[in-house]
């Protein structure tokens, strides 16, 4: 498991569900600051009873974090886009989508039923607290009703920001899909827009911040800072997948690697093949010359020098079916994508028959990206 991956809490729905670690960072805000000012608006009870309301509203209120995620993936799903998983983090959620809406109609209904239902959640919370009053229900319950009513109305509209990441952005994309008809400039533009409204954000949480409302002011811009930094990644991977449209496996792997027998030790392989080379990853074969793993540096790194006599390479390299494969003929996006939670640039690039006919590694990648916006300049703006 990688960092990337968060938290795993099982699947939900048929999605594989996780939580990344600011989630608890944010449960314990909720919990606190619910526990902190209910006794303002509940007197009367103990301390023990301010901070289990707490939790439970914390709680009740990730479950509506998760209820507006789950509903982005399930209209995606619907749409006929997979979705590789939904993961819980610090404003809210991301669902992983192996995919692009095919049409402007699609990319608004999944951006925009997020927002939907935590604006539905925000009145049925309402609904529920004064419908607890009017019946005499505790005064902390009735408290605790009306402060998830206002936080999903909060979230319902942070959401709809006009500026991509946020669902706000993504409606503010379909919109301008249909006008133009362009997929790409359209994402650009929501980006863009996502840069407008963080640094929008930033400017607001300063002033706030100058004008002594310390923690609110910090807070906000510090939200849109991490907006800022988000809208950029988002650009820049519109604009790759974009400069790299067409692009096959094949057009960059490196073909026929050299590979390296597994029965050599390190020290043998650092001496015949790695010094004398310019390569830095070896597909790893067995006696028959079935590739059985892949070797690079990383791994080489691990193995103390007064080892590297008695240590083989089968040993120490990357088993084969941990190794990422691809086929030839597959978009390099794609590729990209799936490398990414991997957070290793490596694959194997593997033939219809099953055997090894090249190797992807970050070096490759990074050429081919650069080649490109060299060629494309207008994409590289
Ligand atoms: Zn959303």
Redesign the pocket.
Same mark, same amino acid.
């Given at each position: 498991m990688t960092a990337d991956e968060g938290i795993p809490l099982g699947r939900v729905a048929g999605f594989p569900l996780s939580a990344h670690w600011s989630v608890l960072v944010i449960a314990w805000l909720f919990t606190w600051s619910l526990a902190t000012t209910l006794p303002t608006v509940a007197p009367g009870y103990g301390a023990r009873t301010y901070w289990l309301a707490g939790a439970c509203g914390a709680l009740i209120l990730l479950a509506s974090l998760l209820a *507006?995620?789950l509903t *982005?993936a399930l209209v995606a799903r619907r749409a006929g886009i997979e979705v590789r998983s939904v993961k819980l983090w610090l404003f809210?959620?991301i #669902?992983r989508l192996g995919g692009d809406a095919k049409t402007p109609r699609e990319a608004f209904w999944i #951006?925009a039923s997020?927002?939907a239902v935590?604006l539905a959640l925000a009145a049925v919370f309402a609904g529920s607290a004064s419908g607890l009053d009017a019946l005499g229900a505790a005064p902390i319950v009735v408290a605790v009703g009306w402060w998830l009513s206002g936080i999903n109305l909060i979230l319902g509209l942070f959401?709809l920001l006009p500026g991509a990441p946020?669902?706000g952005g993504r409606i503010l994309r379909a919109f301008l899909w249909r006008r133009h008809g362009d997929a790409v400039r359209s994402a650009v533009g929501a980006a863009r827009a996502g840069r407008v409204v963080a640094y929008v954000l930033i400017a607001m949480g300063l002033l706030e911040f100058l004008l002594g409302s310390i923690v609110g002011g910090a807070w906000m811009a510090f939200i849109g800072w991490f907006l800022l930094v988000a809208a950029r990644d988002e650009e820049m991977s519109v604009l790759t997948r974009q400069s790299l449209a067409g692009v096959t496996v094949a057009d960059v792997m490196t073909p026929r690697p050299h590979t390296a027998p597994g029965g050599i030790s390190v020290e043998d392989f650092i001496q015949r093949y790695l010094l004398g080379d310019r390569h830095s990853s070896y597909p790893v074969a067995n006696p028959d010359g079935v590739i059985t793993g892949l070797i690079t540096l990383k791994e080489l790194r691990g193995v103390a020098p007064e080892h590297r006599a008695t240590t083989m390479i089968r040993d120490v390299a990357v088993p084969r079916d941990q190794v990422t494969t691809v086929a030839p003929h597959e978009p390099l996006v794609a590729l990209l994508e799936r490398l990414a939670p991997t957070g290793d640039g490596r694959a194997l690039v593997v033939d219809p028959d099953g055997r090894v006919v090249g190797i992807v590694t970050p070096s490759d990648i990074t050429r081919v990206i650069d080649v490109r916006s060299i060629a494309m300049p207008a994409f590289s703006r």
């Open positions: *507006h995620e *982005h809210g959620g #669902a #951006a997020g927002p935590s959401n946020l669902d």
